[in-house]
């Protein structure tokens, strides 16, 4: 059975870290690439950051560079987000997705996803 599953999110004061992990199984992880969306009550699913299959190629949306990064366990067969300086506006609900075919920013490239892991960001 394929299976995404994220963990890490919680409760972190702004100026805060967190990092999350996804976990897959039942799948060749290596041959995915991997992806971080993120949702806000009220709002649209966005694109956080994706990596290629082998880990060399990384994309961000540019107003998170710097704070966020993305990285892969191919042996562990886990993708990170680790985020760091947090601010409220980061408070969301964290996806991870996996894709043979696609590492850009549409949601709608993705095929496989993660149930979610929440992060909440107080001030």
């Known amino acids: 059975q394929v299976q995404l599953v994220e963990s890490g999110g919680g409760l972190v004061q702004a100026g805060g870290s967190l990092r999350l992990s996804c976990t897959a199984s039942?799948?060749?992880?290596?041959?995915?690439?991997m992806g971080w969306f993120r949702q806000a009550p009220g709002k649209e699913r966005e694109f956080v950051a994706a990596?290629?299959?082998?880990?060399?190629?990384?994309n961000y949306v540019d107003s998170m560079k710097g704070r966020f990064t993305i990285s892969r366990d191919n042996g562990k067969k886990t993708v990170y987000l680790q985020m760091n300086s947090l601010k409220p506006e980061d408070t969301a609900d964290y996806y991870c997705a996996a894709s043979i075919y696609y590492s850009g920013t549409l949601s709608s490239g993705y095929a496989l996803w993660g149930q979610g892991t929440q992060v909440t960001v107080s001030s």
């Open positions: 990596i290629n299959k082998g880990g060399g190629r990384t």
């Open positions: 039942g799948l060749t992880f290596s041959d995915y690439n």
